[in-house]
């Protein structure tokens, strides 16, 4: 890019500011649209979930007071204090979520399970954190500990996973207890509904909400910000008003004697309520996970100066109103809306507006938790912890923003289970509240490991957060653990089911790749068929994919003794996903030699971080010619790249070599075709080397094969894999992979679709897995 005429290095500290300023506040604008629709709409049900079941005995003035009190110091420890103020600090390159705190554990600590790990990987500029490195740690008991036990770090992901699964869980929650709440204060006025035509207008808005799903929220930002904010300024005002009006004195109850009160009064009926209260900081949780939308400083602005006031006002304001009318905790939010008597003949029309913007507010809220489990589902990929799906990125700008059409449907069909089973938003709350209170238990034990691996801080200052946070956390757990009868095990039913596919998908592709890895062919056999394989070399490129990072897969064993020929050049291919979020295209190609020169054989390792886009932008043969002719050229420079050919029994070293401007002395001449054919994405682009007579002449010779080869064409050669338990398993192995992993298999999307091979040069070549 060339720089803008009179704008220079000369741009004053004071005139950056105000442009990081202008930029962090328009994005806390934005954010309002996609992070804060769930918690900005839970004033709708908490105080009807919180005093429904035992607790209806005392529907009295100081039990409101300690209801009160207690939403108060929940908002105040929970979201602002841990995760605005401390969790937020833990993000991974400028991503959130249970998967960044993981990602950045198994970059400090060796405690990742993908099996295709390399050393390369750790050069990775992604890598780095703070001006603390890795080795600073590795006096850690703790650390050494945990690198030492498998079981311990296979125990690590289970609980990550766990986390990842009640997250999917509460996208089907959020969903139908916030359009299920918003829907229903219909029943305050004269027109009621019955439940069947209550159910049906919730069910048409959230088949519309998620037929909605495809055009991506990047689309929708602007317009639903403004959604948000009128439902703010709606409920700020709401809650004043009542605060005035109703019981001013109800100010007192910030103070957390009442909390005390609360307990000593209520006894176990107050400590079954919290199930309820705790839905006062659900969505809190998505605040840390769309941070790579955003950034901290303008979701920290968005909360802090916006949100966190808002809601404190509206829930005292309906404690005040409750406090003086304790027959309508039922429906407590759209019983304390104010009525003005002079529009009064107008049918309630402060009802119906509050009403139309909580819908629309709870739509919000309720797409921002489905794009998460987008997210989710699509990092789960990433570990290799879940089928393959098909991934539609809805933003050129945002990578996070993706949409998954098989988890969407999904998602639509759980949920209007739910909302037609269920019919009760105390029962969903119960549910929806083990669920969100789960996930911040997981993310406080991460966030304690992050202090002490990655932020190497003193141990007792992560015993401390643990311990404290945990009393928290903890007590609301055990509150909703107890609503397990009544709505609880929803959640837990969800999980299971999830886990169960987790767990079987990931088992399943371990065992194919330990097969791979323990049966692949050795170099000293190849290297014995000569540089013509002992069959006939056709001209052109043929890549062999394979999970493998090292060594000759048995694919190319299986190909050879079957069919008679091969092609002139081949590159064994391995995409594989390294636990940061993005992968510079700098860095994404890693080329190295698997035989000496006169056997044209390269592997290329393509790298992808587990929130990176895979674009199908039919680009991937030219950069990988480029990339391999590179390679050649370098080598020729630093001899140390050519150690197969001293030490043929491994493979040489392999050397990084930059897509986005790779230094080949090979140019493009033409593309074969026209501008006017936009329809046909891949285009077939010859290349020439220019004339150099210092090259040398083998390093030329070889260049030109390169070239050849790739005029001929490109032939994409993959495994068509059957994996089947061997007839001594047991009958548990037999039943996950015969049954569960075949199912699994069968019914995701192929590997060639996933990886956009062109269907017209791929060969498939049939192999049986017995593992």
């Known amino acids: 890019m060339e720089p803008e005429s009179g704008i220079g290095s000369s741009t004053s500290p004071c005139q950056f500011s105000l442009v990081t300023l202008s930029r962090n506040l328009l994005l806390a604008y934005q954010s309002f649209g996609v992070v804060y629709g769930d918690l900005s709409t839970s004033p709708l049900y908490v105080y009807s979930s919180a005093f429904s079941g035992k607790l209806r005995n005392h529907h009295n003035q100081e039990a409101v007071y300690g209801a009160f009190s207690l939403i108060f110091w929940t908002l105040t420890f929970v979201p602002l204090i841990k995760y605005v103020i ?17 990602s950045l554990l198994c970059r400090h600590a060796k405690l990742s399970l993908l099996p295709n790990q390399q050393a390369a990987d750790e050069e990775l500029s992604s890598y780095r954190y703070g001006p603390s490195s890795a080795q600073a740690a590795s006096s850690s008991a703790l650390r050494r500990f945990l690198e030492k036990h498998k079981r311990l770090r296979t125990a690590l992901l289970l609980v990550v996973l766990f986390g990842a699964c009640m997250l999917i869980g509460d996208g089907v929650l959020t969903s139908a207890i916030s359009v299920l709440s918003s829907v229903s204060g219909i029943q305050s006025t004269e027109s009621k509904l019955t439940n069947a035509e209550l159910l049906l207008l919730a069910c048409i808005i959230l088949v519309g909400l998620f037929a909605l799903q495809h055009c991506g929220t990047h689309r929708v930002a602007f317009m639903f910000a ?10 700020f005002s709401i809650g004043l008003y009542n605060i005035i009006y109703w019981n001013p004195k109800i100010v007192y109850a910030l103070s957390p004697h009442y909390i005390v009160k609360f307990f000593r009064e209520t006894g176990k009926d107050g400590w079954l309520s919290l199930g309820g209260i705790l839905l006062s900081i659900t969505g809190t949780e998505a605040m840390f996970a769309d941070l790579g939308h955003f950034t901290a400083l303008s979701i920290r602005l968005a909360f802090v100066f916006v949100i966190y006031p808002c809601l404190v006002v509206q829930y005292m304001g309906q404690a005040a109103f409750l406090s003086m009318n304790l027959d309508s905790f039922s429906n407590s939010f759209y019983a304390s809306i104010p009525g003005i008597i ?5 049918f309630e029309p402060f009802f119906w507006p509050v009403f139309v913007v909580a819908t629309l507010a709870a739509i919000v809220g309720s797409q921002a938790v489905i794009t998460a489990t987008f997210s989710i589902v699509k990092q789960c990929h990433a570990l290799g912890c879940f089928p393959r799906v098909k991934v539609v990125h809805t933003s050129k700008h945002i990578y996070g923003q993706i949409y998954i059409p098989e988890i969407n449907w999904i998602l639509m069909v759980l949920t209007l289970a739910v909302t037609i089973g269920f019919q009760d938003t105390t029962l969903i709350g119960n549910a929806y509240g083990l669920a969100c209170m789960t996930v911040m238990f997981i993310t406080t034990f991460l966030m304690g490991l992050v202090i002490v691996f990655v932020w190497q801080r003193n141990f007792f200052l992560a015993t401390f957060f643990l311990l404290f946070f945990w009393l928290i956390e903890g007590t609301y757990l055990s509150a909703a653990l107890m609503k397990v009868p009544q709505g609880g095990w929803l959640p837990l039913a969800l999980s299971v089911i999830f886990m169960l596919i987790m767990y079987i998908w990931h088992y399943g592709t371990r065992r194919k790749y330990n097969y791979d890895l323990h049966n692949k062919v050795s170099l000293k056999w190849v290297l014995g068929l000569g540089p013509s394989l002992g069959i006939v070399r056709v001209p052109g490129i043929g890549l062999i994919y394979s999970e493998l990072t090292t060594g000759v897969p048995s694919i190319f064993s299986h190909f050879v003794t079957n069919l008679p020929a091969f092609h002139k050049v081949l590159v064994f291919v391995c995409v594989k996903s390294v636990p940061v979020p993005y992968v510079s295209p700098d860095e994404r190609f890693l080329i190295g030699r698997v035989c000496p020169r006169p056997y044209r054989m390269y592997r290329c390792i393509v790298r992808y971080g587990y929130k990176d886009i895979q674009r199908d932008d039919g680009d991937f043969e030219n950069l990988l010619v480029q990339s391999v002719a590179e390679f050649i050229q370098m ?31 090979m140019t493009s001449l033409r593309s074969m075709y026209e501008d006017d054919t936009p329809s046909i994405r891949r285009r077939q682009v010859r290349f020439q080397l220019p004339p150099n007579p210092r090259m040398d002449p083998v390093v030329r010779e070889e260049l030109m094969d390169l070239i050849r080869a790739k005029e001929a064409g490109v032939a994409y050669i993959m495994g068509h894999s059957y994996v089947k338990a061997r007839r001594n398993s047991s009958f548990i192995k037999k039943l996950a992979i015969d049954i569960g992993y075949s199912f699994l298999r069968k ?16 060969i498939e070549v049939g192999m049986i897995y017995y593992v």
């Open 86 to 102: 401390i969790v937020m600090s833990a993000d991974d390159s400028g991503e959130g979520g249970t998967f960044a705190l993981y």
């Open 226 to 235: 403004p959604i948000v904010i009128i439902w703010l300024l709606f409920i």
């Open 342 to 346: 002079i529009l009064l003949l107008l």
């Open 635 to 665: 080598e020729a420079v630093e001899p140390h790249y050519s150690s197969s050919e001293t030490s043929p029994s491994v493979d040489g070293r392999m050397a990084v070599i930059s897509t986005r401007d790779i230094r080949s002395s």
């Open 747 to 762: 019914n995701c999307r192929g590997p060639s679709v996933a990886l956009n091979i062109p269907h017209i040069s791929l």
